[in-house]
């Protein structure tokens, strides 16, 4: 059982703390999801060797529990949005850390337009400006299922919920701006293309001149 008050460690660090590739791909996952350190990818992939561990033992079963396991498998990862609601076991084993580290909380804050970046969702998050329902959220960590995407929001006593505060992520000027850049790009290659045209005439003239 071991001693009560000694917490365990809840993930796996990797079997070889030097390799180039693999610091690399974390050093990208940490700044592109906003994590804080590396301790967090490790815990997703451990959450994700679980998954698939889980996932090589079932394949191997025929048993009337081994079909029952399979099931409750199954409907955890489609209630996380990891699976399909009719897919089989085997496709588990494709998943990769990005699908797992998609659902994090901190991921859905900014993929709802609830922060101008990760960094500011994890933020929103940690300081308890973010709700699911009626729970506040402070674990960015937190996998958020597919139920709960439709209640994720800020909290009815934060100060961000006032659509006027100056942090808050407004969709419609983000849209502005979109749409803004579009309009300088099709202008620039209209500008191009008139150019080149030009060119192209006065080419054609200095050869009717000679």
Same mark, same amino acid.
């Given at each position: 059982m071991g001693d009560p008050k000694k917490t365990r460690k809840k993930y796996e660090t990797p079997p070889h703390p030097w390799k180039k590739d693999r610091i690399e791909e974390e050093r990208v996952l940490v700044r592109e999801y906003g994590m804080s350190n590396k301790k967090e990818v490790y815990k997703m992939r451990s959450m994700l060797k679980n998954f698939k561990d889980q996932a090589k033992n079932l394949i191997a079963l025929k048993t009337a529990q081994g079909e029952k396991e399979k099931k409750q498998i199954l409907i955890k990862l489609n209630k996380l949005g990891l699976m399909a609601e009719s897919s089989t076991v085997d496709p588990i084993l494709d998943l990769t850390l990005r699908d797992v580290?998609?659902?994090?909380? %901190?991921? @859905?804050?900014? *993929?709802? &337009?609830? !922060? #101008? +970046?990760? *960094? %500011? !969702?994890? @933020?929103?998050? /940690? $300081?308890? $400006?973010? +709700?699911?329902?009626? *729970?506040?959220?402070?674990?960015?960590?937190?996998? /958020?299922?597919?139920?709960?995407? +439709? @209640?994720? &929001?800020? !909290?009815?006593?934060? #100060?961000?919920n006032n659509i006027d505060h100056p942090e808050r992520f407004v969709k419609e000027d983000a849209e502005k701006k979109a749409a803004k850049e579009k309009k *300088?790009? !099709? &202008?620039?290659a209209r500008k191009g293309k008139d150019f080149n045209k030009r060119r192209q005439q006065n080419t054609r003239g200095k050869k009717n001149v000679r």
């Open positions: 580290l998609e659902r994090r909380l %901190q991921t @859905q804050v900014y *993929k709802k &337009n609830l !922060a #101008k +970046t990760m *960094k %500011q !969702a994890r @933020q929103f998050i /940690v $300081h308890g $400006h973010i +709700t699911i329902g009626p *729970k506040r959220m402070t674990s960015p960590s937190y996998l /958020v299922s597919t139920e709960e995407e +439709t @209640q994720l &929001n800020f !909290a009815q006593s934060s #100060k961000i *300088k790009e !099709a &202008n620039r």
